[in-house]
């Protein structure tokens, strides 16, 4: 079985909700990010053996494999195929994880995966939205839904305030932590530390989600998004807009075309969990993921654990003993934005640029979706 390689990464900046990427449309997007991983790479384009990209709201602009019309609006030839995967939150990081699946079985040589989502096109939630207001039902309407989970409510709300519940986090706890966040996160875009990572987009060269002069004051003051509960909009991810590709090589393909690679795709896992509770995941994905790769928590110089909510990432500290200073040290969601399907591959692409800046050799990433899964993705800087 060959390796599977990083040769380049590159994601787009991450532009607030109505902000500086939101008249951009999704397909013109994510050919910039994937035109951008391919030149960055070396890779002749007629080379590259498939492109995958994660999408979770496909529809309108973002409908009918938006990764075959951004391939083509990359540029590279019509030969190329792609194909669009929706694993809800971690849809791109699914996508690296099939690119070097694919990859190791021998299959394909050269892939591209990556993701995007223009949130403020089409807002979180359209396909059901949608789909209900034209009679097409709900996605959780079926006889046999209900016969197992009845019809209670279902949301990442919900979620999020069980486990704050169960392994008792309190709203301060989160306030800190989110506050932390937009610290590390403006520190980080003031040093640079994104920039070689970033492939400017019509004039905008930063994330926008970053907030320097927010405080735990002005986050007391927010009202919890339920009666009686401790989530607010300050400890949970923002509506954003972005995209993201990276590049991935099998041995062959790095030494027949002198490819530079950056890191190598090293363990992936994903698991269920309870879709109720649904934001659980990545703490079975943590363990899975560990055991497979043969490696210790300890042995992990970094750690991306995708803030969808504050919450989720503090149960996930409590539940495996990692290091906080190790977890999100560039910030996450909260400060730099969730461009839902482009996620996975910007805390990929962040992850591989801050190891090697920093000479670290273990990365692991991990984040929670929707109906209660999660990846979980080890890689080795070469």
């Known amino acids: ?43 002749a384009p007629e080379l590259v053996d498939d492109v995958i990209l994660g999408c979770v709201s496909q529809v309108g602009a973002q409908a009918f494999n938006v990764a075959r019309t951004a391939t083509l609006a990359a540029g590279l030839p019509e030969t190329v195929p792609a194909t669009t995967v929706d694993r809800q939150c971690g849809s791109s990081q699914q996508a690296v994880h099939f690119a070097a699946q694919a990859i ?48 209670q409510e279902i949301s990442q709300f919900r979620g999020a305030e069980m486990i704050a519940a169960e392994y008792g986090v309190d709203r301060r706890q989160m306030e800190e932590f989110a506050l932390e966040s937009h610290q590390r996160a403006a520190r980080a875009v003031e040093a640079g530390a994104f920039d070689d990572e970033i492939e400017p987009w019509e004039g905008v060269k ?34 954003s807009d972005g995209a993201a590709a990276l590049v991935i090589a099998s041995g062959e ?6 490819l530079e690679p950056l890191a190598r795709v090293h363990t992936t896992a994903v698991v269920g969990c309870d879709p109720v509770t649904m934001l659980s995941g ?17 042995q992990i110089d970094h750690f991306e654990v995708n803030e969808a ?27 730099l934005g969730h461009p839902l399907g482009a996620t ?13 800046r920093s000479g670290g050799r273990y990365g692991l990433q991990t984040m929670c979706e929707g109906g209660g899964l999660a990846n979980a993705t080890v890689i080795e800087i070469i």
């Not at 089409?122 to 039902?137: D, R, T």
């Not at 393909?253 to 002198?258: F, N, P, T, Y």
């Open 282 to 298: 990545p703490i079975p994905a943590t363990a899975r993921v560990l055991e497979r790769s043969r490696l210790k928590l300890e």
């Open 253 to 258: 393909a790095v030494e027949r075309h002198g």
């Open 1 to 43: 079985m060959t390796d599977a390689y990083i040769v380049s990464a590159v994601r787009t900046p991450v532009g607030r909700r109505r902000g500086g990427l939101s008249s951009a449309h999704p397909v013109d997007l994510a050919g910039h990010a994937i035109r951008a991983a391919v030149e960055r790479s070396g890779v």
């Open 104 to 151: 190791r079985s021998g299959d394909m040589d050269l892939v591209v995966a990556g993701g995007v989502e223009v949130m403020s096109l089409v807002p979180i939630g359209s396909p059901a939205v949608l789909g209900q207001e034209a009679g097409m039902g709900h996605p959780r309407s079926g006889l046999r839904w209900a016969e197992r989970y009845g019809d």
């Open 206 to 239: 930063r994330d926008e989600g970053p907030r320097p002069d927010t405080t735990l004051e002005k986050m007391a003051g927010l009202a919890p998004v339920t009666e009686g509960g401790v989530l607010t909009a300050a400890v949970a991810s923002q509506i």
């Open 344 to 356: 996975g591959a910007r805390l990929m692409t962040t992850m591989v640029h801050a190891l090697r």
């Open 309 to 335: 909510f504050a919450p989720i990432v503090l149960a996930w500290l409590k539940a495996t003993g990692a290091d906080p200073e190790r977890t999100n040290p560039l910030g996450g969601a909260i400060a």
